[in-house]
């Protein structure tokens, strides 16, 4: 079993930065990969950014160049710092960790632009 939980969400004017955090512990293994993904209301679950445990990363199209995904290993621990934040960002946040097939979610963490 594997607990995902996220931190750092917020309310922030556009043009900010917040960073995300997402604890994992449990049964982890070496090779996994972690994400974030973000719902808004009335939308879909979309993906936001990928690392793979080999330091592999992936973006969606409309977070490059601002959003960076991290892990510090040592803590077990994700990152997504997230700079000039847009209100279009505004969504809830979860941490994905998927490994032998089998996908884990945190709870989510609010995350709010907006003037």
């Known amino acids: 079993q594997v607990q995902l939980v996220e931190s750092g969400g917020g309310l922030v004017q556009p043009g900010g930065s917040l960073r995300l955090s997402c604890a994992a512990s449990?049964?982890?293994?070496?090779?996994?990969?972690m994400g974030w993904y973000r719902q808004a209301p009335g939308k879909q679950r979309e993906l936001v950014a990928t690392?793979?445990?080999?330091?592999?990363?992936k973006y969606a199209d409309s977070v490059k160049g601002r959003f960076t995904i991290s892990t510090d290993n040592a803590k077990n621990t994700l990152y997504l710092q997230m700079n000039s934040l847009k209100p279009a960002d505004t969504a809830v946040y979860y941490c994905n960790l998927a490994q032998w097939g089998l996908e884990y979610w945190g709870q989510g963490t609010q995350v709010t632009v907006s003037s």
């Open positions: 449990g049964s982890l293994f070496k090779d996994n990969v």
């Open positions: 690392i793979t445990s080999g330091g592999i990363t």
